[in-house]
């Protein structure tokens, strides 16, 4: 029997991860699934509370914040990964309590919404709920802003319907 050369062996296994690989990227995001996304996705914010009188996260400095609930919500199942939710908020967000959410202030009013690792996907209607603490000095100046969109590297930024 002749023996094969490793080089060859080599070449099996780039070719192995090169179609593996290939498979990897037909499953991101593509354009349309924002698409959808963006045209299905309910996003809604609630006034839970207004805190007072160091209520605010054991802060004395603050002398008011606001509790928001942001509730997201889709018609269908989507799981798809890579993806984002931009929004603005005038004050700074202290605090996002949320199992399958991170929010993070990008600058000034931007704030970024993204998916923690362990979120497998919206399940059809279920809510999904993010408890956020405002710091603000009068209730207007606490609201989210309008538009909201969605975002993935190399695809479009697209607005989230009912957030305009």
């Not at 349309?32 to 839970?48: C, M, P, R």
């Not at 018609?75 to 005038?90: R, T, V």
């Not at 709920?129 to 802003?145: E, F, N, P, S, Y």
């Amino acid at each position: 029997m002749k023996k094969i050369p490793v080089s060859i062996y080599s070449l099996i296994i780039l070719l192995l991860v090169i179609v593996t690989g290939c498979d990897v990227i037909n499953k991101d995001i593509q354009q349309s699934d924002i698409q959808q996304l963006t045209d299905n996705l309910k996003v809604n914010y609630e006034l839970i509370e207004v805190k007072t009188n160091c209520g605010c996260l054991n802060d004395k400095s603050l002398d008011k914040c606001y509790l928001f609930q942001l509730s997201l919500t889709m018609p269908m199942a989507f799981n798809k990964q890579g993806w984002e939710i931009y929004f603005s908020q005038k004050n700074l967000i202290i605090k996002a309590e949320s199992h399958n959410f991170a929010i993070e202030k990008i600058n000034g009013e931007l704030h970024r919404l993204y998916p923690k690792e362990q979120f497998k996907g919206f399940e059809q209607e279920k809510i999904i709920r993010i408890l956020l603490t405002a710091k603000a000095v009068q209730l207007k100046d606490a609201l989210l802003l309008p538009n909201f969109y969605v975002m993935s590297k190399g695809l479009k930024a697209t607005v989230i319907k009912n957030s305009r």
